[in-house]
């Protein structure tokens, strides 16, 4: 049995996404912003969504993508240095982040409004216009505080092929975290609760870092593309001579009740 084979018996969950708003902040540099009329072409011609409703300026603008609600706001100033610095401690992705943005002078606000489509669909919307930002214009990077993501422009643009074959891009919607123990190593999510699922924590695993990064990687994309929720005390096979227990608990290095994937 493989990995995912358990999963194939889900029955699929209800999600209308439409709970939360969803946030995002391209960061630029020399005064430099986005033009609303190149964004929603970009989104038009590359991405072959329909941008309806479009009102306002440079400044603050609200427009619909395919019936969802998207807003910018364009602040003429730097995000507050505390928020940048913690989140780059931890931006394994972007190791230069502070240093690239400690003289950024302005960010736009990206807002995805609650709406009715499923929480993977309206990531999509944001990750859409995030990446239409990014190619019309000198943004530096993405800061999605929500998620603990510090996003580099090159990083993220990255995504596009992702997003266009129908794959999850994780990097650029979850942060999954790595610690590394004197005798182990543990990984965890950070995310997943916008998908209305329970974050993942694997402890004290003797894989080294980069195996456990790509392990919950795959099981993330699996679980927010096919839409599964894990049950306590859940196995799954790994290999066919190996099985991987689930169980539901306290989290320890994340807030609130997580799945540890015991292995």
Excluded at 39 to 66: C, R
Excluded at 155 to 177: A, F, H, R
Excluded at 230 to 241: A, Q
């Amino acid at each position: 049995m493989g990995l995912f084979d358990f999963l194939k018996k889900k029955e699929p969950q209800q999600d209308n996404g439409s709970s939360k708003i969803l946030l995002a902040m391209p960061m630029f540099k020399n005064n430099d912003a986005y033009e609303l009329k190149k964004v929603t072409n970009h989104l038009e011609n590359f991405w072959g969504v329909t941008v309806s409703d479009v009102n306002g300026d440079n400044g603050n603008a609200v427009f619909n993508i395919n019936g969802e609600m998207v807003a910018l706001a364009y602040m003429p100033v730097p995000i507050p240095w505390g928020d940048i610095k913690g989140t780059a401690q931890y931006a394994y992705n972007w190791l230069t982040a502070v240093e690239d943005l400690k003289d950024h002078t302005g960010h736009a606000i990206v807002s995805v409004m609650a709406g009715h489509k499923s929480s993977l669909e309206r990531f999509k919307i944001l990750s859409q216009v995030l990446c239409s930002i990014l190619s019309t214009s000198n943004s530096v990077g993405i800061y999605q505080g929500g998620e603990s993501l510090l996003l580099q422009k090159e990083l993220y643009l990255k995504s596009v092929e992702d997003l266009q074959q129908d794959e999850i891009p994780v990097p650029i919607w979850i942060y999954i975290g790595l610690r590394k123990n004197e005798n182990s190593n543990s990984g965890y999510t950070y995310g997943l609760t916008n998908f209305q699922k329970s974050e993942m924590e694997l402890l004290n695993s003797k894989l080294d870092l980069e195996e456990i990064y790509g392990l919950l990687s795959n099981i993330v994309s699996y679980v927010i593309k096919n839409n599964v929720t894990f049950k306590n005390n859940e196995t799954l096979g790994y290999t066919e001579d190996q099985k991987i227990k689930i169980s539901l608990s306290k989290g320890q290095l994340v807030e609130g009740q997580t799945f540890k994937l015991q292995m």
